[in-house]
């Protein structure tokens, strides 16, 4: 993931009711970029664009390449499927031991965001098995 920043994210399929009404927000999360195997077999359902560094990192060079990393997403498996959403990165004070023993600041990224707990509240429904 590139360096802790604010980026927008905007819902990939705003006719899914997990996401339906989520107008794009701004979030200062950590931004996870991942390449997925089987890309077809995903549902995306939130999305942001990033390109660039991401500096310390082996997989760093990200400047090629799509530009539209998944933030939300569902994967049917079977009978089954993973619903997976990226945001909800937060660190405290020692959070950060070894590399530093005391961190100054208290990051709570998403959970800064009201449209983060209401993905929170229909991924709970979701997961219940309910709808809408």
């Given at each position: 993931h590139p360096f802790i920043a604010p980026y927008l994210v905007e819902p990939s399929d705003a006719e899914n009711w997990l996401v339906a009404g989520i107008e794009p927000f701004e979030t200062d999360d950590e931004l996870y970029l991942s390449e997925h195997a089987d890309r077809d077999a995903l549902t995306p359902l939130l999305h942001t664009k990033w390109s660039g560094d991401a500096r310390g990192f082996?997989?760093?060079?990200?400047?090629?390449?799509?530009?539209?990393?998944?933030?939300?997403?569902?994967r049917e498996?079977?009978?089954?499927?993973?619903?997976?959403?990226?945001?909800?990165?937060?660190?405290?004070?020692?959070?950060m031991v070894p590399a530093m023993p005391y961190?100054?600041?208290?990051?709570?990224?998403?959970w800064e965001q009201p449209a983060y707990f209401e993905l929170l509240r229909r991924s709970l429904r979701w997961a219940r098995g309910l709808d809408a």
């Open positions: 082996v997989e760093h060079d990200w400047t090629s390449g799509p530009d539209q990393h998944l933030v939300m997403y569902l498996l079977g009978q089954g499927a993973v619903l997976y959403n990226t945001l909800g990165h937060c660190r405290g004070h020692y959070d961190y100054p600041k208290i990051e709570r990224g998403s």
